[in-house]
């Protein structure tokens, strides 16, 4: 008796395990495809320097002050701001977004991001994407420039920054944040030969993602272009080597969804008296 009273306990553990494995499993899938369904409106805005000298606010310049309002209005209005990787994860695993998803951007790598912009995303508990340029960045690790008003950060910087909880490095190029010699950025010269573009690229492409590995450990997985600045051979040779997203400087709101491309998101530049609050209402 006891021996079949045993077995029928045994057998029921096993239905019960069966049942809730199936139940758990019924949830993930109906969570994936509700995910998988669904749509959000992803505004990102680009960032380049902060400064405080009124003189020097302008189109790619806005004062501390002007930041920390923009944090201000996006905090109040329910906006959570997202790094490239978790989009990437959203994407790739559907791992949900927040309900109002922003991506807040900045450009170049000034050291002015990590004296004005950090202390404040900080307080305000945001995050954002810092795209840096490796020519930049090995200037400054050389030599010992720390003038806020035009110094980029260094790779002692970008390490600390990279460990932090409030700041991701992504892909700027190493050196082809420039317009000389035919090119714009890294877009392709009248004339070349796409063998020849696509070795120049790539090597410089590829040169600045590991360096920012061997100083961080971290993969870079977003292209930042410069300028905005981008061709059909740019877009390919990234792809193929393992880029998952990139920006653009085309301004709009990016309608995102786990079946839609993450590549060449839009961007609203924030410039000087150009408040977020204007950007998000239409205002501009």
């Known amino acids: 008796m006891k021996r079949i009273l045993f077995r029928f306990v045994v057998f029921a553990a096993c239905i019960a395990l069966i049942f809730g494995v199936f139940h758990a ?18 505004p990102i805005i680009m960032y380049h320097h902060i400064l405080k000298e009124k003189s020097k606010q302008g189109k790619f310049v806005v ?28 994407h790739e695993d559907g791992e949900p977004l927040p309900d109002k998803p922003v991506m807040i951007t900045f450009d170049d790598g000034y ?17 954002a994407v810092v795209s840096i340029v490796g020519s930049y960045t090995d200037e400054y690790s050389k030599i010992n420039d720390r003038c806020v008003s035009y110094a980029h950060l260094n790779w002692d910087d970008v390490n600390q920054l990279s460990n932090s909880t409030h700041t991701e ?68 040779e990234i792809k193929k080597m393992g880029f998952k997203m990139s920006l653009s400087c085309s301004e709009g709101i990016n309608k995102i969804s786990r079946d839609s491309s993450l590549f060449k998101l839009e961007r609203f530049n924030r410039e000087h008296k150009r408040p977020v609050e204007k950007i998000l209402e239409g205002k501009n």
Do not use: W
């Open 25 to 42: 499993g019924a949830y993930i899938c109906c969570l994936a495809e509700e995910t998988r369904g669904a749509e959000y409106e992803l």
């Open 63 to 90: 004062s501390p002050d002007e930041f920390e309002a923009d944090l201000k209005y996006l905090k109040k209005n329910g906006y959570t701001a997202i790094t490239a990787d978790t989009l990437i994860r959203y």
């Open 111 to 127: 050291l002015s991001y990590l004296e004005y912009a950090v202390p404040l995303l900080e307080k305000y508990d945001m995050k």
């Open 169 to 236: 490095i992504q892909n700027h190029t190493y050196d082809m944040h420039k317009i000389s010699g035919g090119r714009n950025g890294c877009s392709k010269m009248r004339g070349e030969k796409t063998e020849h573009y696509q070795k120049v690229f790539t090597e410089d492409v590829k040169k600045m993602r590991d360096l920012i590995y061997q100083n961080t450990g971290k993969n870079a997985d977003c292209f930042t272009y410069p300028f905005g600045f981008l061709c059909g051979e740019s877009e390919e």
